[in-house]
């Protein structure tokens, strides 16, 4: 008799509380040893549980406009699939344009669409500015005439950009607009919030605001603006997509230049009604870079990456958790990445590594102009940062990579870096591959354990949940074991949590109810 899946007749019940003899023969995907966790494949085959390392790697550096200024920004754009890139174009009066492209995740390279450029607004500036993707439109903020803060909604068809209204202007007064960044929510939807925050310079002193913005078919609606007791310079915000919350990092000018975090309270989609459950997470100078942080959605961590100038401008990075409306560290020291003068920090979060990757310029000795990456993973346990060794992407004699905007590809499965070539004052970009380990193993697919070794291609049997497994070794009688993405056994789980059941000798395990 055969063990069926989700049968629940007294017959089938009396089978499965028989333990032992519960099996079936499948087709082999590859070879399978004697006694090794087995999954079920989607074609009906079966699988040994194994796990593959792919590291850390690019594609080649592209580039994408010649002779740019300094600042620029990417998104993804949803609808469409493809990459939006703004800059502003210094072979053509630092006018503000957008391209877009396509990865190919295989040959980790763009094709971007250099004759579809659009020039959306043609003020000379080449100050930075920040674009995000909602669904089916892109939003763009930036400073433009008259130094007043603008955005304007850009639509893309396919890879061509084409602006869809008029730009609206959202600054108070015509002074100094500074470090804008934008952080959108993760519903990527016709109703997605957006948050701007922005400093306001009026040549003695900055004014930081807050703004939360929607991106409609041709024009954007907003509501007020928040400005904290504490001066804000620069800021970089971030999504919780647990709490529905966006969480505000920032350098406080008001307090020694300490590293702060606070969250945003949200009255509607237009709305913020202020700012609270604030902790200060570096009690240093520090300095934030616009993309500089990312929501780790595979621990629930907010990690921010910084430049310490109370040690030298090493790069760190701390973790936060966002619980009942107040962030906390834990208490942890920041984790550093890069021992030597950094700059330039641009990071995303990559769900498929499950690993957040930074693009930082390396100024120390030694190697004072490499472009770098590194990858940083965390934990839902603690606020512990694991950090990969470096990968170097760009190297020159006097010159860097450096203005580093980043985005996830999730259709190429791959995060893109944008950067300014010091030396020829190119717009490029790579498409980086993060490292990770890949199992086939996930929390639905554990099949049971093969009874005997079974050739490629060959049929054998394989031991089915509600059975007991016998012919293991080592076990601990009692005790709950699971299996681990390398198709050990452990009687602590790993990711996914996979359990085979209980040890009732030294040899067997029980398999009822194994797959929890």
């Given at each position: 008799?055969?063990?069926?899946?989700?049968?629940?007749?007294?017959?089938?019940?009396?089978?499965?509380?028989?333990?032992?003899?519960?099996?079936?023969?499948?087709?082999?995907?590859?070879?399978?040893?004697?006694?090794?966790?087995?999954?079920?494949?989607?074609?009906?085959?079966?699988?040994?549980?194994?796990?593959?390392?792919?590291?850390?790697?690019?594609?080649?550096?592209?580039?994408?406009?010649?002779?740019?200024?300094?600042?620029?920004?990417?998104?993804?754009?949803?609808?469409?699939?493809?990459?939006?890139?703004?800059?502003?174009?210094?072979?053509?009066?630092?006018?503000?344009?957008?391209?877009?492209?396509t990865v190919n995740g295989a040959t980790k390279q763009i094709t971007w669409d250099t004759a579809n450029k659009l020039v959306f607004d043609t003020y000379n500036d080449p100050t930075p500015y920040s674009v995000r993707a909602g669904n089916p439109?892109?939003?763009?903020?930036?400073?433009?005439?008259?130094?007043?803060?603008?955005?304007?909604?850009?639509?893309?068809?396919?890879?061509?950009?084409?602006?869809?209204?008029?730009?609206?202007?959202?600054?108070?007064?015509?002074?100094?607009?500074?470090?804008?960044?934008?952080?959108?929510?993760?519903?990527?939807?016709?109703?997605?919030?957006?948050?701007?925050?922005?400093?306001?310079?009026?040549?003695?002193?900055?004014?930081?605001?807050?703004?939360?913005?929607?991106?409609?078919?041709?024009?954007?609606?907003?509501?007020?603006?928040?400005?904290?007791?504490?001066?804000?310079?620069?800021?970089?915000?971030?999504?919780?997509?647990?709490?529905?919350?966006?969480?505000?990092?920032?350098?406080?000018?008001?307090?020694?230049?300490?590293?702060?975090?606070?969250?945003?309270?949200?009255?509607?989609?237009?709305?913020?009604?202020?700012?609270?459950?604030?902790?200060?997470?570096?009690?240093?100078?520090?300095?934030?870079?616009?993309?500089?942080?990312?929501?780790?959605?595979?621990?629930?961590?907010?990690?921010?990456?910084?430049?310490?100038?109370?040690?030298?401008?090493?790069?760190?990075?701390?973790?936060?958790?966002l619980t009942s409306g107040t962030l906390s560290y834990g208490g942890a020291a920041a984790t550093t990445f890069n021992a030597s003068d950094t700059r330039n920090i641009g990071v995303a979060y990559d769900p498929t590594a499950e690993k957040i990757?930074?693009?930082?310029?390396?100024?120390?000795?030694?190697?004072?102009?490499?472009?770098?990456?590194?990858?940083?993973?965390?934990?839902?346990?603690?606020?512990?940062?694991?950090?990969?060794?470096?990968?170097?992407?760009?190297?020159?004699?006097?010159?860097?990579?450096?203005?580093?905007?980043?985005?996830?590809?999730?259709?190429?499965?791959?995060?893109?870096?944008?950067?300014?070539?010091?030396?020829?004052?190119?717009?490029?970009?790579?498409?980086?591959?993060?490292?990770?380990?890949?199992?086939?193993?996930?929390?639905?697919?554990?099949?049971?354990?093969?009874?005997?070794?079974?050739?490629?291609?060959?049929?054998?049997?394989?031991?089915?949940?509600?059975?007991?497994?016998?012919?293991?070794?080592?076990?601990?009688?009692?005790?709950?074991?699971?299996?681990?993405?390398?198709?050990?056994?452990?009687?602590?789980?790993?990711?996914?949590?996979?359990?085979?059941?209980?040890?009732?000798?030294?040899?067997?395990?029980?398999?009822?109810?194994?797959?929890?």
């Amino acid at each position: 008799l055969n063990y069926l899946s989700g049968v629940t007749s007294n017959i089938q019940t009396q089978i499965n509380n028989a333990g032992g003899g519960n099996e079936s023969n499948f087709t082999a995907s590859g070879a399978i040893t004697s006694k090794a966790p087995v999954i079920l494949k989607s074609d009906g085959n079966a699988a040994a549980v194994s796990q593959t390392t792919i590291a850390t790697s690019f594609g080649t550096p592209q580039e994408i406009w010649n002779y740019i200024s300094d600042s620029s920004d990417m998104c993804y754009d949803h609808t469409n699939n493809c990459v939006v890139y703004a800059f502003a174009d210094s072979n053509n009066s630092n006018y503000r344009t957008i391209m877009c492209g396509t990865v190919n995740g295989a040959t980790k390279q763009i094709t971007w669409d250099t004759a579809n450029k659009l020039v959306f607004d043609t003020y000379n500036d080449p100050t930075p500015y920040s674009v995000r993707a909602g669904n089916p439109r892109v939003a763009v903020f930036y400073r433009g005439a008259t130094d007043y803060g603008y955005v304007r909604v850009i639509s893309i068809s396919g890879t061509t950009p084409s602006v869809t209204g008029a730009a609206q202007r959202f600054s108070n007064q015509n002074i100094d607009i500074q470090n804008l960044s934008a952080c959108i929510d993760d519903t990527y939807s016709a109703t997605s919030k957006v948050m701007l925050t922005y400093n306001e310079w009026n040549g003695s002193s900055h004014t930081f605001y807050a703004r939360l913005f929607t991106i409609g078919s041709s024009s954007t609606s907003y509501g007020n603006t928040v400005t904290p007791a504490t001066v804000y310079d620069p800021t970089v915000s971030v999504w919780d997509s647990v709490s529905e919350k966006f969480i505000l990092f920032y350098r406080a000018i008001g307090n020694n230049n300490y590293g702060g975090a606070t969250v945003a309270n949200l009255t509607n989609d237009t709305t913020i009604s202020g700012f609270s459950g604030g902790t200060w997470w570096h009690s240093a100078n520090v300095y934030l870079y616009r993309e500089s942080a990312a929501y780790d959605v595979s621990s629930g961590k907010s990690v921010v990456a910084f430049r310490d100038y109370g040690q030298s401008s090493y790069a760190k990075a701390i973790a936060l958790t966002l619980t009942s409306g107040t962030l906390s560290y834990g208490g942890a020291a920041a984790t550093t990445f890069n021992a030597s003068d950094t700059r330039n920090i641009g990071v995303a979060y990559d769900p498929t590594a499950e690993k957040i990757v930074v693009a930082y310029y390396d100024r120390g000795s030694g190697n004072p102009t490499y472009g770098k990456l590194v990858t940083l993973a965390t934990n839902s346990a603690d606020y512990a940062i694991t950090v990969s060794s470096p990968t170097t992407f760009f190297t020159a004699s006097g010159a860097a990579a450096d203005y580093y905007t980043t985005t996830y590809d999730p259709d190429a499965q791959k995060v893109i870096v944008g950067y300014k070539n010091a030396t020829t004052s190119d717009l490029e970009s790579i498409v980086v591959q993060a490292g990770y380990d890949s199992t086939n193993l996930t929390s639905t697919n554990f099949l049971g354990f093969a009874d005997a070794a079974i050739s490629d291609g060959a049929s054998g049997a394989v031991i089915l949940e509600g059975a007991v497994i016998e012919g293991l070794s080592s076990l601990t009688i009692g005790s709950t074991y699971y299996i681990l993405p390398t198709g050990s056994l452990s009687t602590s789980a790993g990711t996914p949590s996979v359990t085979a059941g209980m040890a009732i000798s030294a040899t067997k395990i029980n398999m009822r109810g194994a797959t929890s």
